[in-house]
């Protein structure tokens, strides 16, 4: 039995057609309005981190430590690590319980060779 050469070309319009519904199915994907503390011009974005290297590495230790550390929260995985280039640590973001807080500025602490830490992280209630 031969098959119509048009239904390559109706089921690749129907493909076609379903993308935007289903890309606007999930309105909560824009997470814009979390981040109104970022348009201040003191606030400390990812793009103050510094480069220079002990900075860099500082930055580096304290993620993988958050990382390694499988018992807190993605939430917790995901926060912002900054280091500036006036050595300091900024910690910035949203974790889920006040559990997740603590254990990151501890990570943090110990692994800022030094550096202080300021906490900016808030507790979720998601």
């Known amino acids: ?10 089921f690749a319009l129907f493909t076609v057609a379903l ?20 348009r201040q011009p003191e606030a400390v974005t990812p793009e103050k981190q510094s480069n220079e290297k002990a900075d860099v590495e500082v930055t580096r230790a304290i ?3 958050v990382v390694k550390d499988s018992a807190l929260s993605v939430y917790a995985h995901n926060i912002k690590i900054i280091t500036t280039k006036e050595h300091v640590v900024y ?12 254990k990151i500025v501890d990570l943090a602490e110990k692994n800022a060779n030094g550096y ?5 992280l808030s507790v979720t209630t998601k």
């Open 19 to 38: 993308v935007p519904a289903v890309q606007a199915a999930d309105p909560a994907a824009d997470n814009s309005g979390n981040n109104v503390t970022d």
């Open 116 to 120: 202080p830490v300021k906490n900016q």
């Open 91 to 102: 910690l910035r973001g949203a974790v889920s319980s006040t559990d997740d807080l603590g």
């Open 63 to 65: 993620r993988r430590a």
């Open 1 to 10: 039995m031969k098959s119509s050469p048009l239904l390559p070309l109706a």
